[in-house]
């Protein structure tokens, strides 16, 4: 079965860094886009970014995290990863990894992991 | 941004009863609405996309309808396991956008 699993989330300083991973299994990972999401403290959820399938990685962004945040995917390892830099309070929320549904750069998504918090906080 | 807004923001039902919630759409998103179900601690559940079609392994007790702004969620007979959050999100094909409601938590009355 299709399974979803993040790791790497913390307590961080504000401007610190910290990697998210995500270990899929089940499926066909370099098939699909991925896409991670997060949730702050008692809001809603926000879309973060994606990143394409296959080969072209094409990626995009929300602009609330536009220049400090990189996604990116090691297919031979069947992972995903979100890269974020320069952290700010308002980065502080649960990270989830979510499996596109239709392959498009908008979409529902069909798997999420568990998440992983992140808090950052002097 | 499209923005979604969901209503009511908590509803308390009992069980077996139907319960019905609404999404709407601060422009029109055609069909492409999603909902989904998520209970703390856990990963949230895909239950409809399409605005109206249920994802693979969702009970016929869950129905989507709406298209354009508005949109609605019926559960006919909730079970205990229903008692949850329900957001709902839209994927605009273009510009391709993608926003979730601020959610509505389904209650035991």
């Known amino acids: 079965q299709v399974q979803l699993v993040e790791s790497g989330g913390g307590l961080v300083k504000p401007g610190g860094s910290l990697r998210l991973s995500c270990a899929a299994s089940?499926?066909?990972?370099?098939?699909?886009?991925m896409s991670w999401i997060r949730q702050p403290p008692g809001k809603g959820l926000e879309w973060v970014s994606y990143i394409s399938a296959g080969s072209s990685r094409y990626t995009n962004y929300a602009d609330s995290v536009k220049g400090r945040f990189t996604i990116s995917r090691d297919t031979a390892k069947n992972s995903l990863h979100l890269q974020m830099n320069s952290l700010r309070a308002e980065d502080t929320a649960i990270y989830y990894c979510a499996r596109d549904g239709r392959g498009y750069s908008s979409s529902w998504y069909d798997y999420w992991g568990q998440g992983t918090l992140v808090t950052v906080s002097s | 941004e499209i923005v979604m807004t969901q209503s009511p923001a908590t509803l308390s039902v009992s069980p077996g009863e139907r319960a019905t919630l609404s999404c709407r759409a601060g422009q029109s998103v055609s069909t492409n609405l999603a909902w989904y179900q998520h209970k703390p601690g856990q990963a949230p559940r895909l239950l409809i996309y399409?605005?109206?079609t249920r994802a693979t392994g969702i009970p016929a007790r869950f129905s989507g309808s709406g298209s354009g702004t508005e949109f609605t969620l019926t559960i006919s007979s909730l079970q205990s396991e229903d008692f949850a959050l329900y957001y709902c999100?839209?994927?605009?094909?273009?510009?391709?956008?993608?926003?979730f409601g601020g959610g509505t938590k389904v209650e035991i009355k």
């Open positions: 089940g499926f066909s990972f370099s098939d699909y886009y």
């Open positions: 999100q839209q994927y605009n094909n273009w510009p391709p956008e993608v926003t």
């Open positions: 399409g605005a109206s």
